[in-house]
């Protein structure tokens, strides 16, 4: 009986993957019932759960799981060969139900209908919109970063902890919720990775827990980056998925956040971004325009290119491109370099409305 039922759920791996397959061409049935229904549910009851507990819940699972991995590995390494059958209805009886939770919890979203669709926006953009853009963000970041260092050529240093770059994050959804009702954050679940170590040695500054909807990050990044990368996860708490997306919308809640040391982070933010994107069209264009920001706003991009190059090792590229092809399998075709997409979605929404 008991191996029937593994069996049984082992076999539901495939209809699962099917049927994912059949759901990827219907956005908006996923928009609606998940993303809007579902999934508005689970992820409160998660951060309801497991956002008041100050340690990372989500990290001391995986740290279970792990031992408890490899103890069952010894334990059954014989049965392999001796009952080969078990073992690998064991094995894909778990995965089934791993897969199932995660798709349940969360990875449905990935599925969803695209931002810029939701939001009635362009996809494309011209260089000449590009450039008409970033001229009005270095403008923009240039007069916060005036305001908030002593001089042009001096970097922002933020003047709260990580902690309480935490509790401030809330500030910016409230906004934005005043435009975006579904954007509301609320319970708060945000916390430091207990591996921020390996983390930043894989080259990540976050990642959303999708079995307890905590929000992971990295605790060794720079505070200046805390702001944006604190946004971005709660971003994927809410939904959003596409790597694109949830950078758009985080700097969007960093940017409406009423505190200035945010409003820099995010301003410089997509400023960054933007600037990228010039060097790739346009690198005459980009040596033209790049003396226009204030050295000081270099200064703490410098800083983060400096905090990853400490990182810097051999097994890096190796994550990144797992991560890359994980995120080619979760509908994002271009993988990584979807996080540029997020340029087009700056130009757009900005295009008619003010910084």
């Known amino acids: ?57 989500g990290d001391l699972l995986y740290t279970l799981l792990s031992i408890y991995v490899i103890r069952w590995m010894i334990v059954n390494r014989k049965r392999i060969y001796k009952d080969t059958l078990n073992w690998f209805l064991d094995v894909f009886a ?10 349940l919890l969360w990875a449905l979203n990935y599925y969803r209908l695209p931002l810029y669709k939701s939001l009635d926006l362009e996809a494309e953009y011209s260089t000449e919109q590009l450039l008409s853009f970033t001229e009005r963000l270095i403008q923009k970041s240039n007069t916060i970063h005036r305001q908030l260092a002593p001089n042009d050529s001096a970097k922002v240093d933020m003047p709260f902890t990580k902690s309480e770059v935490f509790d401030m994050v809330k500030d910016g959804y409230t906004s934005l ?13 945000i916390k430091k990775s207990i591996y921020s170590v390996p983390l930043t040695y894989m080259g990540f500054s976050g990642y959303l827990n999708p079995f307890t909807n905590e929000a992971q990050v990295d605790g060794l990044i720079p505070t200046y980056k805390f702001p944006t990368t604190s946004c971005h996860e709660v971003a994927h708490q809410l939904g959003y998925a596409a790597e694109n997306e949830a950078n758009f919308i985080g700097c969007l809640a960093a940017i409406h956040n009423e505190d200035l040391y945010f409003k820099y982070s995010g301003y410089t933010f997509g400023l960054r971004y933007c600037l990228v994107e010039i060097f790739k069209r346009d690198k005459a264009l980009y040596y033209e325009i790049l003396p226009t920001v204030n050295k000081g ?23 990144e491109k797992t991560f890359d092809n994980f995120l080619k399998a979760n509908n ?5 370099k979807s996080y540029s997409y997020v340029v087009a979605l700056l130009v757009n929404y900005f295009d008619n409305q003010p910084l």
């Open 94 to 103: 778990t995965l089934s139900l791993a897969y199932f939770a995660f798709h």
């Open 297 to 319: 706003i270099l200064k703490n991009y410098e800083e983060v290119q400096k905090f990853w190059r400490s990182y810097e090792n051999p097994i890096e590229p190796v994550f």
């Open 177 to 189: 919720a005043e435009h975006y009702p579904h954007l509301k954050y609320n319970p708060v679940s």
């Open 1 to 57: 009986m008991l191996k029937n039922k593994k069996l049984f759920i082992a076999l539901f791996l495939i209809v699962q993957i099917v049927a994912i397959q059949i759901l990827k061409q219907f956005p908006e049935f996923v928009e609606q019932f998940y993303s809007h229904g579902i999934y508005v549910f689970t992820s409160k009851l998660m951060r309801y759960t497991f956002g008041w507990i100050p340690l990372s819940v």
């Open 332 to 336: 994002q075709s271009a993988g990584m």
